[in-house]
Structures are given as structure tokens and as C-alpha cells.
């Protein structure tokens, strides 16, 4: 079992940037594919970008790529979301994910992932 605690989220103009963070307990955080996923109001949550347990490897949705970059430190337990370019469709909540150990490579599919945090409101003003 790991918790999953994002913090970063907040209110940006369009164009600017902003940087979430996804804090992991235990001691087993290297062995988890890590994702970030979001919710906009009235839509589905959809996948956003996703790393590999190696950070040698990342997945991203084809509109943010580009504007944002997926990273990870392992020692530290932590997950990133660089956000850039921001543009009013980002706004969303944004939520972090883990997929359970056992696999190495990203994916996208929402289902894939096991672990969730209560994620964090990123709203981007036009």
C-alpha cells in the first residue's frame, strides 16, 4: 500500500507555469510506474503523462506535450508534473498515480493504476 499526497496546484495566468508535486510513502516508491492524471468539470478523467519506474521512459497526452515534462526522485519519494505554456483548458484536478509493483514501463490506461491521491486543483485564467 502507498499514499499519495499532491501538492503545487493553484491559479496561473495563461502562459505561465506552474510545478506539482506528488509525495509517496514507504519505501518501495522505485518500484512503481508513477502517472499524473486530471478531472475537468464535467468530463472524465484522463491521463496526462506517466514515467517509468527507471525515469528512462515517459508517456504523455499529445496536447500537453511539449508544454509539460514528468520527472521523478526516487531517493526522495517524490513525483513532478512541470507544467508550461499553461493554457485555460488545463484547469482541471490533477491527481497522481501509482501502478502496483511488478512492471517497469509507463501506460496510459487509467485502469492500469492502483494507488491515487486526493489530487489538486490547477485553474489557468484565460
Known amino acids: 500500500q502507498v499514499q499519495l499526497v499532491e501538492s503545487g496546484g493553484g491559479w496561473e495566468q495563461a502562459g505561465g507555469s506552474l510545478r506539482l508535486s506528488c509525495a509517496a510513502s514507504?519505501?518501495?516508491?522505485?518500484?512503481?510506474?508513477m502517472g499524473w492524471f486530471r478531472q475537468a468539470p464535467g468530463k472524465e478523467r484522463e491521463f496526462v503523462a506517466a514515467?517509468?519506474?527507471?525515469?528512462?521512459?515517459?508517456e504523455y497526452l499529445d496536447s500537453v506535450k511539449g508544454r509539460f515534462t514528468i520527472s521523478r526522485d526516487n531517493p526522495g519519494n517524490t513525483v513532478y508534473l512541470q507544467m508550461r505554456a499553461l493554457k485555460p483548458e488545463d484547469t482541471a484536478v490533477y491527481y497522481c498515480?501509482?501502478?502496483?509493483?511488478?512492471?517497469?514501463?509507463?501506460?496510459?490506461?487509467?485502469?492500469?493504476?492502483?494507488?491515487w491521491g486526493r489530487g489538486t486543483q490547477v485553474t489557468v485564467s484565460s
Open positions: 514515467i517509468g519506474r527507471h525515469a528512462d521512459s515517459t
Open positions: 498515480a501509482a501502478r502496483r509493483a511488478g512492471f517497469v514501463m509507463p501506460v496510459q490506461e487509467i485502469q492500469e493504476y492502483d494507488y
Open positions: 514507504g519505501r518501495t516508491f522505485s518500484t512503481y510506474v
